[in-house]
C-alpha cells in the first residue's frame, strides 16, 4: 500500500504560493487536478507550456498532465448544483484510481485551501477508506463535508445529491466573490 504523504501534494497558483507551486510542480507528479481562478477561468499564468499564448485558461495550452476542473469556489451567489458536485465527485473518482495506481497526484487551486484541499481529501478516502485524510481540511467546513461523503457507491449519490446547492460555510468574507 502507498502512502498518502508520498503521493499526493495540494498547492496555489496565486502569486503568494510562488515558492510552494515551484516546488511542486518539480516534485514530478503524474497527473494534475486544477481548478481555475473564478472570476477569468484562468490559472494565474503558471500552467501555460505555450509561449506567446494569450491566455492561460486556453486549455490547449495546458501541459498534458493537467485535468482543468471549471468549478469556481461555491459561494452565496454562486453555490455548486447538483451537476456541480457530480462534476466534484468524478474528479475524486479518477484522482483516487491515480492514488491506488501509485502515481504522483498534484491538486491545484487558486489558494490552495479549499477546492484542491477538498479534491485531495475525497480522493484519498476512495484510494484508502482506512485513512482520514485529516492532513488535507479545507477551510471552509462545507467542502469538507462534501469530500467526507464522497463514495463510489452510486446509492450514496443521493446524500451526496442533497448538498446541493452548496454554499461556503460562511457566506461572509472574500470566498463570497
Given at each position: 500500500m502507498y502512502a498518502p504523504s508520498t503521493l499526493v501534494r495540494v498547492t496555489g497558483t496565486a502569486p503568494k504560493h510562488t515558492k510552494?507551486?515551484?516546488?511542486?510542480?518539480?516534485?514530478?507528479?503524474?497527473?494534475?487536478?486544477?481548478?481555475?481562478?473564478?472570476?477569468?477561468?484562468?490559472?494565474?499564468?503558471?500552467?501555460r507550456v505555450v509561449p506567446g499564448k494569450e491566455r492561460a485558461s486556453d486549455v490547449a495550452a495546458l501541459d498534458a498532465r493537467i485535468t482543468p476542473i471549471l468549478l469556481v469556489d461555491p459561494s452565496a451567489r454562486m453555490p455548486w448544483t447538483a451537476e456541480d458536485v457530480k462534476t466534484f465527485k468524478a474528479h475524486a473518482i479518477a484522482a483516487a484510481a491515480h492514488l491506488r495506481a501509485g502515481r504522483k497526484v498534484l491538486f491545484l487551486c487558486v489558494g490552495g485551501a479549499n477546492r484542491s484541499k477538498a479534491l485531495a481529501r475525497a480522493a484519498i478516502r476512495l484510494a484508502w477508506p482506512d485513512e482520514t485524510a485529516a492532513v488535507?481540511?479545507?477551510?471552509?467546513k462545507n467542502l469538507a463535508l462534501l469530500a467526507d461523503a464522497i463514495d463510489t457507491d452510486d446509492a450514496a449519490d443521493a446524500d451526496v445529491q442533497r448538498l446541493a446547492p452548496l454554499k461556503p460555510f460562511s457566506a461572509v468574507g472574500k470566498r463570497s466573490r
Open positions: 510552494a507551486f515551484d516546488d511542486a510542480m518539480r516534485w514530478g507528479s503524474h497527473v494534475i487536478f486544477a481548478f481555475p481562478r473564478g472570476s477569468d477561468m484562468s490559472f494565474d499564468g503558471r500552467l488535507f481540511e479545507p477551510d471552509d
